[in-house]
């Protein structure tokens, strides 16, 4: 418990942190978003994981507990329940991270919002994927609720590149070249 609070709490720290190793290899004017990344990133992350403690967690728990009958009663132990939530806590910390990689990727020059709408397909196929792997619970219901979270990041992931990305660069499948100097 100690430790997941203590991720939840350090955060800002955390994101900071990185950005200050990354900083020194950055001109003048790429450093000016330290300030607003490590805000954004934490906003993000705890955000992420508010929404999948508070609105995905309850149905989780209860399709844990949910094999009860006249004959078998679930009794989850303190560690099933803290891993459940742990595992939930993180897995949606970091996937509410998206809108911010997406924003690095483009500024990096290796996406732009033309290729991420021509390949949304195969971001609705990875995302559920993602969702499968990431969620505790075998049921449908958890992976839907991580999935569209998902998708609505993804929607805006695209947004925030069409904002604050790049404009013009030589991505992945663009005919564009690359500029070498």
């Known amino acids: 418990m100690a430790l997941v609070c203590g991720i939840l709490l350090a955060s800002p720290v955390v994101f900071s942190q990185v950005w200050r190793f990354v900083a020194p290899g950055l001109f003048k004017h790429e450093k ?78 290796i996406v732009n919002v033309a290729f991420l709408n021509r390949n949304r397909k195969y971001a609705i196929l990875i995302n559920f994927i993602i969702a499968a792997i990431l969620t505790p619970t075998p049921d449908i219901v958890n992976q839907f609720m991580m999935g569209v979270p998902l998708m609505i990041l993804y929607e805006i992931s695209v947004l925030a590149v069409w904002l604050f990305g790049k404009k013009s660069f030589g991505g992945f499948g663009d005919s564009a070249e690359i500029d070498k100097s």
């Open 32 to 109: 000016r978003i330290l300030l607003p990344f490590s805000f954004l990133s934490t906003f993000c992350f705890v955000g992420g994981a508010a929404f999948g403690y508070f609105v995905v967690f309850p149905p989780a728990f209860r399709f844990l507990v949910g094999y009860n009958n006249e004959f078998l009663t679930s009794l989850p132990s303190v560690s099933e329940y803290f891993t459940l939530a742990v595992r939930l806590l993180l897995a949606f910390g970091v996937i509410f991270e998206m809108p911010i990689f997406m924003v690095f990727l483009s500024k990096a020059g």
